[in-house]
């Protein structure tokens, strides 16, 4: 007699769904309908399942900064999903094609004719990992949506004898295989079409296995912000798309600005952002912002000219025209270097006019922090809010790339540690800073992206 495969009714994606049990007397905008219905389990699901989705990712992250890869293996539906997932990833992250490898029983050749026989070997898994060389840098996640399918059973035993980190990926609940380091249990439950699991548990590991793949990638640098940063410019769409990213992370950008950006930077958009805009463009409510040129000394010098502006100053004759001129020449001199710093004039937003000024120095990519200063603003702006918007839009700015914005100011301008207080900013040493050359007592305040 023909040995009986193993009883499989307990399995709840083999179980009937009582809400479809008239399925075949609905039409077809009724099944439709009653199948994104049943489909709301799946985001439930996999919402479930996002902590024991985050320890798996963060023990993998850690792997593949040493060089170590992901493998998915599957069979029928689970293995086209996980090959699927892993072939998204160089076009979203331009990630190595070996970093995330999805393999299914019977080989690729499975993925357009079903081999699901293939599925029934426990030790089928062996030659595709021995291929690969997989080993204790590498991660290996089992997918199975009954939970009992022996080729990903199999493969992360075999995977974990070779001291690799294990992931068993299911959509039942279950008990954690044995060789599996890691359990992904998504509790989606019967099927419309009973035992047809390519529908709501197919969906469910879809969405799993993308947010492995973008968890992983996210950890690993590949994003900023929640854009897609490790992109090249290769057609038309990506063109635009590139653009548009490089000027949605830099807004003072224009779209030609963006793009002479990219070109310059080999149309990568990584290298793109990574050159910091100190120059810019920035506008709010009271106040607009742009880069300060040779035309505006008079009009600065206008609004500067009130001794009252610098009495909390160390250069308290900065209204002199000979001083002012120094100070503008500094201020001037930061467009031969734009790696480093730049200077902005601030104009009133309602009517053009120069009302003052301020800068970005000193510029550390190592520690990624700059400095904000020589910051002053006509009397009439006084207790307006301009200063405070000003600030707020530098500060911002430079977070695009800074992790920290330090302030130096004169021990007493008070005026200035108030303002600094008032927008969250924390008073950090007192130190000598040169100052034209010569050092000078300075009270030096700090704000940090993080916080």
Not at 79 to 88: H, M, P, Q, T
Not at 297 to 325: C, G, T
Request: with cysteine; net charge positive.
């Amino acid at each position: 007699m023909t040995r009986l495969p193993p009883d499989r009714s307990h399995v709840r994606t083999e179980a009937r769904n009582p809400a479809s049990a008239a399925l075949d007397s609905m039409d077809a905008a009724a099944i439709a309908a009653l199948m994104a219905d049943d489909h709301r389990a799946v985001p439930a699901a996999v919402a479930a399942a996002a902590p024991a989705i985050g320890a798996f990712v963060e023990g993998v992250a850690e792997r593949v900064r040493r060089g170590g890869r992901l493998f998915y293996f599957g069979a029928g539906t689970s293995g086209r999903l996980g090959v699927l997932d892993a072939s998204e990833c160089p076009p979203t992250f331009m990630s190595d094609p070996g970093q995330v490898v999805g393999i299914i029983a019977g080989g690729d050749g499975a993925l357009r004719r079903s081999s699901e026989g293939r599925e029934d070997e426990w030790d089928g898994a062996r030659e595709e990992i021995e291929r690969h060389g997989i080993g204790a840098l590498d991660a290996v996640v089992g997918i199975a949506a009954g939970g009992t399918t022996p080729y990903p059973l199999g493969a992360i035993r075999i995977a974990k004898e070779r001291g690799a980190l294990t992931a068993f990926l299911s959509c039942v609940p279950m008990e954690r295989p044995e060789a599996c380091d890691h359990l992904i249990a998504l509790d989606t439950g019967p099927e419309v079409l009973t035992g047809s699991t390519r529908l709501k548990a197919g969906s469910a590991t879809k969405l799993a296995l993308n947010c492995i793949t973008t968890a992983l990638f996210t950890r690993l640098g590949k994003v900023r912000g929640n854009l897609m940063v490790d992109l090249a410019a290769t057609n038309d769409k990506l063109v635009d798309r590139a653009i548009r990213t490089v000027m949605m992370f830099d807004p003072s950008l224009t779209r030609d600005q963006a793009w002479a950006l990219l070109e310059a930077n080999g149309r990568s958009v990584k290298r793109a952002i990574e050159v910091p805009n100190w120059q810019p463009a920035l506008a709010g409510a009271r106040v607009r912002l742009r880069p300060l040129r040779e035309s505006d000394r008079d009009a600065l010098h206008a609004a500067a000219s009130d001794p009252r502006v610098w009495e909390q100053h160390s250069e308290r004759d900065r209204h002199e025209r000979p001083v002012f001129d120094r100070f503008f020449d500094g201020a001037l001199a930061l467009r031969a270097a734009p790696a480093t710093g730049g200077a902005l004039v601030a104009e009133d937003a309602a009517t053009g006019r120069v009302i003052g000024s301020s800068r970005y120095y000193d510029w550390n990519p190592t520690d990624r922090s700059v400095v904000i200063g020589y910051t002053f603003l006509e009397r009439a702006q006084w207790g307006t809010g301009a200063n405070r918007e000003m600030k707020r839009l530098m500060i911002e700015h430079a977070f695009r790339w800074a992790r920290t914005a330090w302030f130096h100011v004169s021990p007493g301008n008070v005026r200035s540690q108030r303002a600094l207080q008032a927008i969250g900013a924390r008073r950090d040493r007192e130190e000598l800073v040169p100052v034209g050359g010569v050092p000078s007592p300075r009270v030096i305040y700090r704000i940090d992206r993080a916080n």
